[in-house]
């Protein structure tokens, strides 16, 4: 990589340690640092929400399906649109005053509200370790893309460089250092990938016409993929929009319910078909310059289908671009890591540890913020699969949070044993299926099971308790 490319990253990578520095010393509470004083407005939100689900993960995750299976991959982020208009006109309504007058701070304390405090309790340990494992994809995500583009740089190393730039400046900054700097990174992002990223891509190449000869016709059409593959997908990420942890602190965040609204409607059309379709061309179009050359073919032995969109880059972009393109995807990845390590951190302070009226309660954050982080780290050094890891943490939290929300949400007077045991049962079949090994008809994935039993569990038990 030329020394051009190395300044422009360091440049922006700079700039975003100084916006955490900035926000460590306008922070003056538990209040500033996880819900940013409740002001925000629904273009930072909205550019926040869906920066901070798409992120790095599901950028390189992305490019690995388009690789694998082409354009069809795009549906994994229709299901985000459904998630974010579904939180919009469902959950916000319904959360938002109930949030803003109590001062909550975390979802757990959302069902605390409704359930109690051993709901909340088992709550916050499931969205807490969910959310470490998400973490951690991130920090895979950035690692494979740094090594996939700069030559010498294992896996592990470049994991350990992006991680302690994650956890350093989220630490010290809190939920304003975040949503800002996911405004600046969405911005980058999108540009990048626009005007450098897919224009090089093409040129390179040979333009549309290669593409459409290379390929088979199937990869560039939207049913090159199985039905159950979607509905996994539709398990595991749509009812995330009802649990995250992150989302939550958003809507907290928000200086008004309306503002909330807008800023998941404007982040569900960012997602699709905006995301979806640039991230699986880009995957798609590394496939292509494999297969023409434009990747060196001793550089494409062995090689993955989430780190082949990071190689072609590294191979078409001159000089300047590569390193803007690069600070793009170095965006995407910090603006989900630092999301979620703020999550898992405000879980464990106030969910499970219940620190919350503490004089050092902003100083015991940022160090649980700094721990978690190191954790993350770690788990991110022995997992192979961005994409992999990303729905496995997603798929635990849905299993065993989405009951408690539909039960609050059509129950006026929800039963806490009902979301305590619905909890459990669905955490333990998406546990016994997933960690067993069990194979499913039709190629379905532990989350249908574990979400199903999950919800027939709160509907039960509920029942009892009326008739009781």
Request: aromatic share 12%.
């Amino acid at each position: 990589m030329h020394p051009i490319d190395f300044t422009i990253i360091f440049i922006y990578i700079a700039a975003m340690l100084m916006v955490g520095l900035w926000f460590h010393r306008k922070n003056q509470s538990s209040e500033d640092y996880y819900v940013g004083g409740r002001k925000m407005t629904r273009w930072h939100l909205g550019l926040s929400v869906v920066a901070t689900d798409v992120g790095g993960g599901f950028s390189i995750g992305l490019g690995g399906l388009g690789f694998a299976m082409g354009l069809s991959g795009s549906w994994i982020l229709f299901t985000g649109l459904i998630g974010a208009w579904l939180t919009a006109a469902v959950l916000i309504p319904r959360v938002y005053k109930i949030a803003f007058t109590s001062k909550f701070q975390t979802f757990p304390e959302m069902l605390s509200h409704h359930y109690g405090k051993r709901v909340a309790f088992w709550a916050g340990i499931i969205s807490a370790v969910g959310y470490l494992g998400f973490t951690s994809s991130q920090i895979l995500a950035g690692a494979k893309l740094t090594s996939g583009t700069i030559d010498g740089l294992s896996v592990n190393n470049a994991a350990l460089i992006m991680g302690i730039i994650a956890v350093v400046y989220t630490a010290l900054g809190g939920i304003k250092a975040v949503i800002y700097t996911d405004t600046i990174q969405w911005t980058i992002l999108l540009s990048g990938l626009i005007f450098v990223g897919v224009p090089f891509a093409i040129y390179n190449v040979g333009g549309l016409d290669v593409l459409r000869e290379s390929v088979d016709k199937e990869m560039l059409s939207l049913t090159n993929i199985k039905g159950s593959v979607i509905v996994n997908w539709a398990f595991s990420i749509i009812p995330i929009w009802f649990i995250g942890m992150t989302l939550y602190q958003r809507i907290y965040a928000a200086s008004s319910r309306k503002e909330a609204q807008k800023a998941w409607f404007v982040a569900g059309l960012f997602e699709y078909p905006v995301m979806a379709f640039l991230g699986v061309f880009l995957g798609l179009m590394a496939k292509v310059s494999i297969d023409h050359g434009v990747v060196p073919a001793e550089a494409a032995v062995g090689i993955d289908s989430e780190t082949a969109m990071p190689m072609m880059l590294k191979y078409i972009l001159p000089t300047g671009a590569l390193g803007i393109i690069l600070a793009a995807y170095f965006s995407a990845i910090l603006s989900t890591a630092d999301s979620c390590l703020m999550a898992s951190s405000g879980n464990f302070v106030r969910d499970i540890f219940k620190i919350k009226k503490s004089e050092n309660t902003l100083k015991v954050s940022q160090i649980m913020t700094f721990v978690l982080g190191a954790l993350a780290l770690v788990l991110a050094l022995f997992m192979p699969s961005v994409l992999d890891l990303m729905l496995l943490s997603y798929s635990f939290m849905v299993s065993g949070l989405l009951a408690p929300v539909i039960g609050f949400i059509f129950f006026k007077n929800p039963k806490p044993m009902a979301g305590l045991l619905s909890m459990a049962s669905g955490a333990a079949v998406f546990a016994i299926f997933h960690f067993l090994k069990i194979e499913l008809p039709y190629g379905f994935d532990p989350v249908v099971p574990g979400v199903i039993a999950s919800i027939i569990t709160l509907f039960i038990v509920q029942k009892l308790g009326k008739s009781s």
